[in-house]
C-alpha cells in the first residue's frame, strides 16, 4: 500500500483535530506496518522538515522500512530541500510510477 500526504491535517474542519488525527494515523500506520512508501506532496512535505511535530512517528515509520518520499518540486517552493529530516527528495516521474505500481493507494 502507498500512503499520500498532501497537508499538516487529516481531513477537514478543525485543524487542531486534525493535526491529532494524522499524528494517531502515523503511528498506527507504524504499528501495524501497512505502508511500503508515504508519499508527501504539497505542504504534506512540511511534516519531513525540522520543527514538524511528527518527526518521531516518521523516523519510527522510516526505520520500519517504509520509504518516506517528499515531492522535489514542493520543497523547492516551500524552500525546505535543506531543512528535510526524515524521507528523501524525490521527482514526479517517481511518484507516479510508485503510484502505477501500488496495489492500493490511499490520500489523507
Do not use: H
Not at 54 to 73: M, R, S
Amino acid at each position: 500500500m502507498v500512503v499520500i500526504v498532501n497537508g499538516p491535517v487529516m481531513g477537514r474542519g478543525n485543524e487542531e483535530l486534525g493535526g491529532r488525527l494524522l499524528g494517531s494515523f502515523l503511528n498506527k500506520l507504524s504499528f501495524w506496518k501497512a505502508a511500503e512508501k508515504v508519499i508527501f506532496y504539497n505542504e504534506g512535505v512540511k511534516l519531513l522538515a525540522e520543527g514538524s511535530p511528527y518527526l518521531a512517528n516518521l523516523t519510527l515509520l522510516q526505520e520500519g522500512g517504509v520509504e518516506l518520499l517528499a515531492c522535489g518540486t514542493c520543497l523547492e517552493y516551500f524552500q525546505l530541500q535543506d531543512k528535510i529530516k526524515v524521507g528523501k527528495v524525490s521527482s514526479m516521474d517517481e511518484i507516479v510510477n510508485t503510484i502505477a505500481q501500488a496495489d492500493k493507494v490511499v490520500t489523507i
